[in-house]
């Protein structure tokens, strides 16, 4: 508040001026913070109608002191210093007459004062000081007005002077204006004829430059089509190029498959021929054979029945009599010794009893010589029985084996059946491999052209915005993912990308009133906001613009209703409500008008931006931005390009790896296969190894079963030898049994000496008989021998061979254990895969004319392409020019204009 002054010092016209200073002071200095500013205010009754303000019984005067201000106000309205001073002045306070309020600190000046200054004081008071001012300015006015009406005089007698001259140009100027009227006259007839002419000739002028501005839009349109055009065609150029790089690798592959095909196919056709020749010659000699065993058969069997019913009797009876007889002349000579050792004993020992000693000695060693026969005839025995026994074991061992080869040679049949399978079945994968890798190939070409297509299409983005801004955005999608940022959440991504055009016709509209807000980030706070800008202050990494929706403030905006105008954001644009509050700061006061004149009325009227379709903008505050729009450049165009690209080549890339994976599972599948296949090839190896041991093993059996036939057979021929030996022995110690005891002579009894003598003729009889026998023996014998070995070294052995032929593999081979049933069975095999070779073969030939047609195809359209090119070249120059031409005619017209 201000401190308590005099009124008086409140009046206005007391002091005109407070200076700085002296209102700081007036203002309270108490307790708290100082005041900043304060009033006086003064009621005045006026019921009187003093003060010239009609219905107010009371006037109301304020004046309010500041550091800066001093103002007036008049019934709490702001007033001026004049208002104020002339309603005082109205109501009695004149400006002469400053005591009508005394000031505080006065009064004691006034009662100090002497004499002379009450008298002036009491003037001042009374006012009379003022009519002698006034005497004193009026006496001072009079002066003036003297010297101003000398000064008057003689202007006057100046200006009658001039007046004369005037007189005389006025009548100069009479005649003049007359002749100069004519003047203007004509001059304007003049004018306004060339005026007219040179109105005409900037009409003409003005159409002319719209003529060739129609055409220099025209051919800026034209020529921008003729380069997309020609950019259109270098890419089908390079793509055709691509295509044909591929085309010719693969070309390269059929060629390189048919020559392995054809290999294959005439490898096959030469083994079915040779397959089909060693069956024919099979098939013959299995009927040859056929012939020659029943031949042999039948001879044979004419052979074992003579040397069974005729020759082998006729030898057994042979035999048995010449063993008989020369056992009889054995025995027969044995007793005659016997008889002569008799008789000589009777002259070599003395006395009875040394004799039977020596018999005694004989009888021991006879007897230890019958009991070595005796356990040689026992050994031979079982050996016998044991050689029998290994005989029927072995059998039963050739019995069981050769029917575990029936069952492997199932098994080895239906081995090789697999393995043919599997083969087959890995013939047919890696065929469908090399597709697949064929289709990679295809599409990593493709992938690397839609690559360069997003690279060119990221560059065009990055040119149609700012350098810093373009720096910002590449170090943005690193930054999202350092911080863990969740996008679609906390990160929403550019305002670009986060609406759709609902017709492409609205293109130019919506990129004209985003402008570079286009490129503003969207996020859900300022704290993400901050969080990402640091990271890029810190890197140094160029500079964005975010948009955090909890911070976005959109005053709500109504609509005009018109036909003529709607509201952009609903009619051009959709988004996800979520991103809302953003596309409201950026579009919500914008408008899309029909035209530029519509455009100009609805921005003024609804105080909102309006925009054509071509792009013309009207502000709301009042600027007008139109003109050409160069679609090259436009930052909606080249963003849906970058996004074109990237699903096109996401796409590419999730097929490409689709494809990888495919392939790779082929190839796991081939692999497997092959594993299983060799796999299955060495059972079939290890079975047919087995079969080969177990046939070796039924050989070995088989011959020896033959071995101990014969050593059976042999021992049934010497087991009656040996057992006569024991009966001869038996008989000599029974004869020296018999000598024992009895009397010691020198010479024989009678009836030993008859014995003697009747075993003299019995053995020379049995010589002459052995002698006579031995021939028929002999002729038995080999005729015996003749008929065992036509047998078993000829017809035998041949009917052996021609079984085995019969029921092995094809001459030659060096597997036995293939049936003639198996050779047909490969044959039909081989057949069946020279069937699928030619079908592949087939397939290849038709591959391989549908890829050089193919090729062909794609350079005569290379070719094509070329000669487009060129002429587009040509025809871009042509227009190059003329677009000079054009530039060069419109500043003609412009220069003409100036």
Request: hydrophobic share 35%.
């Given at each position: 508040?201000?401190?308590?002054?005099?009124p008086?010092?409140?009046?206005?016209y007391?002091?005109h001026?407070?200076?700085?200073?002296?209102r700081q002071?007036?203002?309270?200095?108490?307790?708290?913070?100082?005041?900043?500013?304060?009033?006086?205010?003064?009621?005045?009754?006026?019921?009187?109608?003093?003060?010239?303000?009609?219905?107010?019984d009371?006037?109301?005067l304020?004046?309010?002191?500041?550091?800066?201000?001093d103002e007036?106000?008049?019934?709490?309205?702001?007033?001026?210093?004049?208002?104020i001073?002339?309603?005082?002045?109205?109501?009695g306070f004149s400006?002469?007459?400053?005591?009508?309020?005394?000031?505080?600190?006065?009064v004691?000046?006034?009662?100090?004062?002497?004499?002379?200054?009450?008298?002036?004081?009491?003037?001042e008071?009374?006012?009379?000081t003022?009519?002698?001012?006034?005497?004193?300015e009026?006496?001072a006015?009079?002066?003036?007005?003297?010297?101003?009406?000398?000064?008057?005089?003689?202007?006057?007698?100046?200006?009658?002077?001039?007046?004369?001259?005037?007189?005389?140009?006025?009548?100069e100027?009479?005649?003049?204006?007359?002749?100069?009227?004519?003047?203007?006259?004509?001059e304007?007839?003049?004018?306004?004829?060339?005026?007219?002419?040179?109105?005409?000739?900037?009409?003409?002028?003005?159409?002319?430059r719209?003529?060739?501005?129609?055409?220099?839009?025209?051919l800026?349109?034209?020529?921008?089509?003729m380069?997309?055009?020609?950019?259109?065609?270098?890419?089908?150029?390079?793509?055709?190029s691509?295509?044909?790089?591929?085309?010719?690798?693969?070309?390269?592959?059929?060629?390189?498959?048919?020559?392995?095909?054809?290999t294959?196919?005439?490898k096959l056709?030469?083994?079915?021929?040779?397959?089909?020749?060693?069956?024919?010659?099979?098939?013959?000699?299995?009927?040859?054979?056929?012939?020659?065993?029943?031949?042999l058969?039948?001879?044979?069997?004419?052979?074992e029945?003579e040397?069974?019913?005729?020759?082998?009797?006729?030898?057994?009876?042979?035999?048995?009599?010449?063993?008989?007889?020369?056992?009889?002349?054995?025995?027969?000579?044995?007793?005659?010794?016997?008889l002569y050792?008799?008789?000589g004993?009777?002259?070599?020992?003395?006395?009875?009893?040394?004799?039977?000693?020596?018999?005694q000695?004989?009888?021991?060693?006879?007897?230890a010589?019958?009991?070595?026969?005796?356990?040689?005839?026992n050994?031979?025995?079982?050996?016998?029985?044991?050689?029998?026994?290994?005989?029927a074991?072995?059998?039963?061992?050739?019995?069981?084996?050769?029917?575990?080869?029936?069952?492997k040679?199932?098994m080895?049949?239906?081995?090789k059946?697999?393995?043919?399978?599997?083969?087959?079945?890995?013939?047919?994968?890696?065929?469908s491999r090399?597709?697949?890798?064929?289709?990679?190939s295809?599409?990593?070409?493709?992938?690397?052209?839609?690559?360069?297509?997003?690279?060119?299409?990221?560059?065009?983005?990055?040119?149609?915005?700012?350098?810093?801004?373009?720096?910002?955005?590449?170090a943005?999608?690193?930054?999202?993912?350092?911080?863990?940022?969740?996008?679609?959440?906390?990160?929403?991504?550019?305002?670009?990308?986060n609406?759709?055009?609902t017709?492409?016709?609205?293109?130019?509209?919506?990129?004209?009133?985003?402008?570079?807000?286009?490129?503003?980030i969207?996020?859900?706070?300022?704290?993400?906001?901050?969080?990402?800008?640091?990271r890029?202050?810190?890197?140094?990494?160029?500079?964005?613009?975010?948009?955090?929706?909890?911070?976005?403030?959109?005053?709500?905006?109504?609509?005009?209703?018109?036909?003529?105008?709607?509201?952009?954001?609903?009619?051009?644009?959709?988004?996800?409500p979520?991103?809302?509050?953003?596309?409201?700061h950026?579009?919500?006061?914008?408008?899309?008008?029909?035209s530029?004149?519509?455009?100009?009325?609805?921005?003024?009227?609804?105080?909102?931006?309006?925009?054509?379709?071509?792009?013309?903008?009207?502000?709301?505050?009042g600027?007008l931005t139109?003109?050409?729009?160069d679609?090259?450049?436009?930052?909606l165009r080249?963003h849906?390009?970058?996004?074109t690209?990237?699903?096109?080549?996401?796409?590419?890339e999730k097929?490409?790896?689709?494809?990888?994976?495919?392939?790779t599972?082929?190839?796991?599948?081939?692999?497997?296969?092959?594993?299983?296949?060799?796999?299955?090839?060495?059972?079939?190896?290890n079975?047919?190894h087995?079969?080969?041991?177990?046939?070796?093993?039924?050989?070995?059996?088989?011959k020896?079963i033959?071995?101990?036939?014969?050593q059976?057979?042999?021992i049934?021929?010497?087991?009656?030898?040996?057992?006569?030996?024991?009966?001869s022995?038996?008989?000599?110690?029974a004869?020296?049994?018999?000598?024992?005891?009895?009397e010691?002579?020198?010479?024989?009894?009678?009836?030993?000496?008859?014995?003697?003598?009747?075993?003299?003729?019995?053995q020379?009889?049995?010589?002459?008989?052995?002698?006579?026998?031995?021939?028929?023996?002999?002729?038995?014998?080999?005729?015996?021998?003749?008929?065992?070995?036509?047998?078993?070294?000829n017809?035998i052995?041949?009917?052996?061979?021609?079984?085995e032929?019969?029921?092995?593999?094809?001459p030659?081979?060096?597997?036995?254990?293939?049936?003639q049933?198996?050779?047909?069975?490969?044959?039909?095999?081989?057949?069946?895969?020279?069937e699928?070779?030619?079908?592949?073969?087939?397939?290849?030939?038709?591959?391989?004319?549908?890829?050089?047609?193919?090729?062909?195809?794609?350079?005569?359209e290379?070719?094509a392409i070329?000669?487009?090119?060129?002429?587009?070249?040509?025809?871009?120059?042509?227009?190059?020019?003329?677009?000079?031409?054009?530039?060069?005619?419109?500043?003609?017209?412009?220069n003409?204009v100036?």
């Amino acid at each position: 508040m201000l401190t308590f002054i005099l009124p008086v010092r409140y009046l206005p016209y007391t002091q005109h001026y407070i200076p700085q200073e002296e209102r700081q002071a007036l203002l309270h200095e108490g307790s708290g913070s100082a005041a900043v500013n304060a009033f006086v205010e003064i009621v005045f009754d006026n019921s009187d109608n003093r003060f010239s303000m009609e219905n107010s019984d009371e006037v109301v005067l304020r004046r309010t002191i500041g550091h800066k201000k001093d103002e007036f106000f008049l019934q709490r309205k702001r007033a001026t210093k004049n208002e104020i001073m002339s309603l005082l002045e109205g109501a009695g306070f004149s400006k002469s007459n400053p005591y009508f309020i005394v000031q505080q600190g006065k009064v004691n000046a006034l009662c100090t004062m002497s004499d002379g200054e009450r008298l002036q004081l009491l003037k001042e008071v009374a006012g009379t000081t003022v009519y002698d001012e006034k005497k004193e300015e009026s006496l001072a006015k009079m002066e003036e007005n003297a010297a101003s009406i000398e000064k008057i005089d003689e202007t006057l007698e100046y200006m009658e002077t001039k007046l004369e001259d005037l007189r005389g140009e006025k009548e100069e100027l009479t005649k003049y204006q007359k002749l100069d009227k004519s003047r203007r006259a004509v001059e304007y007839t003049l004018y306004d004829k060339e005026l007219r002419k040179a109105r005409e000739a900037l009409d003409e002028i003005e159409h002319s430059r719209n003529d060739e501005v129609d055409k220099l839009s025209q051919l800026d349109e034209e020529v921008r089509n003729m380069h997309e055009q020609i950019m259109a065609v270098q890419a089908d150029q390079k793509t055709k190029s691509n295509a044909l790089k591929r085309n010719q690798v693969y070309l390269k592959g059929l060629e390189k498959d048919k020559t392995t095909a054809m290999t294959h196919k005439t490898k096959l056709t030469l083994e079915c021929k040779e397959l089909e020749e060693q069956l024919q010659q099979g098939t013959e000699l299995v009927a040859a054979n056929k012939r020659e065993l029943k031949k042999l058969n039948e001879e044979i069997a004419k052979v074992e029945r003579e040397l069974g019913d005729t020759v082998q009797p006729a030898y057994e009876d042979a035999k048995g009599t010449m063993v008989r007889m020369a056992n009889e002349r054995d025995e027969a000579r044995k007793q005659m010794e016997g008889l002569y050792a008799k008789q000589g004993r009777g002259k070599q020992f003395r006395t009875k009893k040394d004799r039977d000693a020596h018999l005694q000695t004989q009888v021991k060693e006879l007897q230890a010589a019958k009991a070595e026969k005796e356990e040689l005839l026992n050994g031979q025995r079982d050996k016998l029985s044991g050689l029998r026994k290994s005989v029927a074991s072995e059998a039963k061992d050739v019995e069981k084996k050769r029917k575990d080869l029936q069952q492997k040679a199932k098994m080895l049949d239906e081995l090789k059946r697999s393995v043919d399978e599997k083969k087959r079945l890995r013939n047919e994968m890696a065929d469908s491999r090399k597709e697949q890798w064929r289709s990679i190939s295809e599409l990593s070409d493709k992938v690397t052209e839609a690559k360069e297509a997003s690279r060119r299409a990221l560059h065009d983005m990055k040119r149609s915005m700012p350098f810093a801004t373009a720096t910002g955005l590449d170090a943005l999608k690193h930054i999202v993912v350092a911080e863990k940022l969740t996008v679609g959440v906390q990160y929403f991504g550019l305002v670009v990308e986060n609406f759709d055009l609902t017709d492409q016709k609205y293109q130019t509209a919506v990129e004209v009133a985003a402008q570079n807000s286009l490129f503003h980030i969207i996020v859900d706070t300022d704290d993400t906001a901050a969080r990402i800008m640091k990271r890029l202050e810190k890197e140094k990494l160029g500079r964005v613009t975010f948009l955090p929706l909890n911070q976005l403030k959109v005053d709500s905006v109504r609509y005009p209703e018109s036909t003529d105008v709607a509201p952009l954001m609903e009619q051009c644009i959709t988004f996800d409500p979520v991103v809302r509050r953003a596309m409201e700061h950026v579009f919500a006061r914008k408008l899309l008008a029909r035209s530029v004149d519509v455009a100009a009325t609805w921005s003024t009227r609804s105080h909102l931006d309006a925009i054509t379709l071509d792009g013309d903008l009207c502000s709301r505050k009042g600027a007008l931005t139109g003109g050409f729009v160069d679609q090259e450049k436009s930052k909606l165009r080249a963003h849906y390009a970058l996004k074109t690209a990237e699903e096109g080549l996401k796409e590419l890339e999730k097929e490409h790896k689709e494809m990888k994976e495919k392939s790779t599972a082929v190839d796991q599948q081939v692999s497997n296969i092959m594993g299983e296949v060799q796999r299955l090839e060495a059972k079939h190896a290890n079975l047919d190894h087995m079969m080969s041991r177990t046939e070796d093993e039924v050989g070995k059996l088989e011959k020896a079963i033959e071995r101990h036939n014969k050593q059976v057979k042999q021992i049934e021929d010497d087991v009656p030898n040996t057992e006569t030996q024991v009966t001869s022995f038996d008989g000599q110690i029974a004869r020296l049994q018999e000598e024992m005891g009895t009397e010691l002579t020198s010479t024989l009894s009678d009836d030993e000496q008859a014995l003697l003598d009747q075993l003299k003729a019995t053995q020379t009889r049995l010589d002459s008989e052995i002698d006579q026998h031995t021939q028929v023996l002999e002729d038995a014998t080999v005729k015996r021998q003749k008929l065992q070995s036509l047998l078993e070294d000829n017809l035998i052995m041949r009917r052996t061979e021609l079984t085995e032929s019969s029921s092995r593999s094809r001459p030659g081979a060096s597997n036995a254990n293939v049936s003639q049933a198996q050779m047909k069975e490969d044959l039909a095999q081989k057949k069946r895969e020279l069937e699928e070779a030619a079908q592949t073969t087939d397939d290849v030939d038709k591959q391989l004319s549908e890829v050089k047609t193919t090729d062909e195809k794609l350079r005569a359209e290379i070719v094509a392409i070329k000669n487009e090119l060129e002429k587009l070249k040509t025809e871009d120059s042509s227009y190059q020019k003329k677009l000079e031409k054009a530039h060069a005619d419109q500043e003609k017209l412009l220069n003409k204009v100036n």
